[in-house]
């Protein structure tokens, strides 16, 4: 089954102490996101990348870092959690970054909850 | 810069009734694409509907329609034969050869009444 997975799907955590939110794709994927969502902002982009070893800043990147190793695994790292990163996390992939045709239609993971006290 | 409008925090429509959520968009780039998503009360995001910006015509998945007016700069998602089901909240998309950016829109709690 074509899917994009992330773990943990809920999380508590206390101010500064590093974790780490897994995301996999089994689609080959070349893009891959993650975004936080808030009430009333909608969905914000934190990281993007456009494939291997490529990665980019999305609108609200600060206190957080990415990498990407390989092509389906894209995590999401907190190196000093505070709690205004208190959130619901998505990540997202798609067949390429901007394209026509429908390419670059997102498919969202089920999200991961993460509250920081 | 890229800008994503959704002007209806909410909405409701009766059963079996169509509702339009309005979508509009701010971009300089020539090459984008529009997107929908809703989001259950089980908070998933379920893709609905893509329209390219050289796309002639309007986009059409099942009951979901999506009317593009390029000059207006709007992406108005139609919601054909409501059902019970459709109850969620709606978001709008735009993602622009220029960043490789993804925006969103705030979004529009569409209520379905029986």
């Known amino acids: 089954e074509a899917q994009v997975t992330q773990n943990p799907r809920y999380l508590i955590t206390v101010t500064g102490k590093k974790l780490t939110v897994t995301c996999s794709q089994n689609m080959n994927h070349e893009y891959m996101s993650w975004y936080r969502q808030d009430p009333g902002l909608g969905l914000r982009q934190i990281y993007y990348?456009?494939?291997?070893?490529?990665?980019d800043k999305g609108d609200v990147p600060e206190g957080y870092k990415v990498s990407r190793k390989e092509k389906r695994n894209f995590p999401l790292i907190l190196e000093s959690p505070s709690p205004n990163q208190t959130s619901l996390y998505f990540c997202?992939?798609?067949?390429?970054?901007?394209?026509?045709?429908?390419?670059?239609?997102?498919?969202f993971g089920p999200g991961t909850r993460l509250t920081v006290l | 810069a890229q800008k994503i409008t959704q002007t209806q925090p909410g909405m409701f429509v009766q059963e079996k009734e169509a509702v339009t959520l309005d979508c509009t968009y701010d971009?300089?780039?020539?090459?984008?694409?529009l997107f929908w998503y809703k989001q259950p009360s089980s908070g998933e995001m379920i893709f609905l509907i893509y329209?390219?910006?050289?796309?002639?015509q309007n986009a059409t998945e099942g009951r979901y329609s999506l009317n593009f007016q390029k000059a207006r700069k709007s992406a108005n998602l139609v919601i054909s034969a409501s059902q019970l089901g459709d109850s969620a909240m709606y978001f709008c998309a735009l993602t622009t050869s220029g960043t490789y950016k993804y925006i969103f829109g705030t979004g529009t709690r569409l209520k379905v009444l029986a």
């Open positions: 990348s456009m494939n291997v070893e490529v990665t």
């Open positions: 971009t300089s780039d020539q090459s984008y694409g």
């Open positions: 997202a992939s798609s067949l390429v970054g901007v394209g026509q045709g429908g390419t670059d239609t997102q498919y």
């Open positions: 329209q390219g910006s050289y796309d002639e």
